[in-house]
């Protein structure tokens, strides 16, 4: 699996606020016939998954579940710099996270797959994914979180952690 940067203009994404849904991101793109899904997962507890289009551009990303997760009285922090544009995934296929922590912070999120360190990032507005030196996925962050859209992520983590216990 490939991750690319298109350095085109960015489209601007929007979280849908969906019951059920942690974390459900809209790229802004339309869906075509050609789109195919992969996911990050560990055990059956957690999972996180995303949509790519005929043109390998990502267009949704969505926390699924989770029974791991914690909140942080602190600010998000980027991890390394990141190149902007529009995210592409090139033969996506789904992965077995080694790792699958969820942290809420005052002005984001941060949701991490790997105890790998991330070596490079890409920024597609207020989304960032880190990868490691194999081109994994690491990490994802999603910055710049309204108190609607905390609230809401807090409301249903909490729901997925009752109906998992």
Not at 38 to 62: Q, R, W
């Amino acid at each position: 699996m490939n991750y690319v940067i298109n350095n085109q203009s960015i489209k601007p994404y929007k979280l849908i606020l969906e019951e059920y849904f942690a974390l459900k991101i809209d790229m802004g793109y339309v869906w075509g016939e050609a789109h195919q899904s992969f996911e990050i997962s560990k055990d059956d507890n957690c999972l996180f998954e995303f949509s790519v289009d005929g043109n390998n551009e990502l267009c949704e990303a969505m926390l699924i579940t989770t029974t791991n997760y914690s909140i942080k009285n602190e600010d998000l922090r980027q991890i390394v710099s990141s190149q902007e544009g529009v995210i592409a995934v090139e033969n996506p296929k789904n992965l077995v996270a080694e790792k699958f922590e969820v942290e809420v912070f005052n002005n984001g999120l941060q949701i991490t797959f790997s105890e790998n360190l991330p070596t490079k990032a890409y920024k597609q507005g207020d989304l960032i994914i880190y990868l490691g030196g194999s081109d994994e996925i690491t990490s994802l962050q999603v910055w710049n979180l309204s108190n609607e859209e905390q609230n809401h992520l807090l409301t249903e983590l909490q729901y997925n952690m009752e109906g998992k216990s």
